[in-house]
């Protein structure tokens, strides 16, 4: 089903919000029929879990985070960020899920952990959340949600007054429009987001030592817990195959690099 005209026109408008407008740091192409062929490989068999205590979290998360740290210095100067340092949280529940907060801190829920086989595995998750906030990821996501929201309210009131509409249809047509508006604020920028954080990633990984091809099992893992492996506007990440042909182009061009620092996207 296709959206209503004030919609069509809200998606439109993302154009103005700061998350339609690029990366700062060159991402790897990656085509549909690359994406495809990469679905076509994830396993489509239950995910094996492994229970651990947590005190092997919370000392894999010290550990990691002593090798990701000792050199992250330079690539918190090529993104000319001024907070380079990280405080990582182990929450001891079963939410799949990991996030970059404000002020660096880094919280790893127990439930992604036990996915993860290898504390390899688990370092790609913890640098994929430091390039979160080496990007500045953040502090453009709030911008784009609380711009998203005046934007969504301005055209869905605009349109309902126009329709002819009461004060009163058109106050409610405004405050979904402010809801939906910053929805996709918030969508706006999470792929390439994403995809920018998968890089930094590969980055703090290789210049930490990490065999960056045994951490290629994550996004395999990842992707079987996204339940989809197709994109769409609706998305709140890349898909899951599309970040595993991501992540193998990474590999190759942090081997390839000279200095083991990202490619800014030229002004």
């Given at each position: 089903m296709f959206p209503s005209h004030p919609a069509r026109a809200l998606m439109v408008a993302c154009v103005l919000l700061p998350g339609c407008g690029g990366t700062a740091f060159e991402l790897p192409p990656v085509t549909d029929t690359e994406a495809v062929r990469a679905a076509q490989e994830i396993p489509t068999t239950p995910l094996p879990r492994y229970m651990r205590d947590n005190g092997f979290y919370r000392g894999a998360i010290r550990r990691i985070a002593a090798d990701l740290e000792r050199d992250v210095g330079p690539v918190c100067a090529r993104a000319k960020t001024s907070l380079c340092e990280f405080h990582f949280h182990f929450v001891?529940?079963?939410?799949?899920?990991?996030?970059?907060?404000?002020?660096?801190?880094?919280?790893?829920?127990?439930?992604?952990?036990?996915?993860?086989?290898?504390?390899?595995?688990?370092?790609?998750?913890?640098?994929?959340?430091?390039?979160?906030?080496?990007?500045?990821?953040?502090?453009?996501?709030?911008?784009?949600?609380?711009?998203?929201?005046?934007?969504?309210?301005?055209?869905?009131?605009?349109?309902?007054?126009?329709?002819?509409t009461t004060q009163a249809q058109a106050n409610e047509q405004a405050a979904q429009g402010m809801g939906l508006g910053g929805q996709i604020g918030r969508l706006s920028y999470s792929k390439e987001q994403e995809r920018e954080a998968d890089l930094l990633a590969a980055y703090l990984l290789g210049r930490s030592g990490y065999d960056m091809r045994a951490a290629s099992k994550t996004f395999e893992v990842l992707a079987r817990l996204d339940e989809y492996a197709t994109s769409s506007w609706k998305d709140t990440h890349p898909a899951g195959a599309e970040r595993m042909v991501a992540w193998r182009k990474a590999i190759a061009e942090v081997e390839a690099s000279s200095d083991m620092l990202p490619r800014m996207v030229a002004n």
């Amino acid at each position: 089903m296709f959206p209503s005209h004030p919609a069509r026109a809200l998606m439109v408008a993302c154009v103005l919000l700061p998350g339609c407008g690029g990366t700062a740091f060159e991402l790897p192409p990656v085509t549909d029929t690359e994406a495809v062929r990469a679905a076509q490989e994830i396993p489509t068999t239950p995910l094996p879990r492994y229970m651990r205590d947590n005190g092997f979290y919370r000392g894999a998360i010290r550990r990691i985070a002593a090798d990701l740290e000792r050199d992250v210095g330079p690539v918190c100067a090529r993104a000319k960020t001024s907070l380079c340092e990280f405080h990582f949280h182990f929450v001891a529940d079963d939410e799949a899920n990991a996030f970059a907060d404000e002020g660096g801190h880094i919280y790893l829920h127990r439930g992604i952990l036990e996915y993860l086989e290898t504390e390899t595995q688990i370092a790609a998750v913890m640098a994929h959340e430091m390039g979160h906030q080496i990007a500045g990821h953040y502090d453009e996501s709030k911008a784009s949600v609380i711009l998203g929201a005046l934007i969504g309210g301005l055209i869905m009131g605009g349109a309902a007054v126009a329709g002819g509409t009461t004060q009163a249809q058109a106050n409610e047509q405004a405050a979904q429009g402010m809801g939906l508006g910053g929805q996709i604020g918030r969508l706006s920028y999470s792929k390439e987001q994403e995809r920018e954080a998968d890089l930094l990633a590969a980055y703090l990984l290789g210049r930490s030592g990490y065999d960056m091809r045994a951490a290629s099992k994550t996004f395999e893992v990842l992707a079987r817990l996204d339940e989809y492996a197709t994109s769409s506007w609706k998305d709140t990440h890349p898909a899951g195959a599309e970040r595993m042909v991501a992540w193998r182009k990474a590999i190759a061009e942090v081997e390839a690099s000279s200095d083991m620092l990202p490619r800014m996207v030229a002004n």
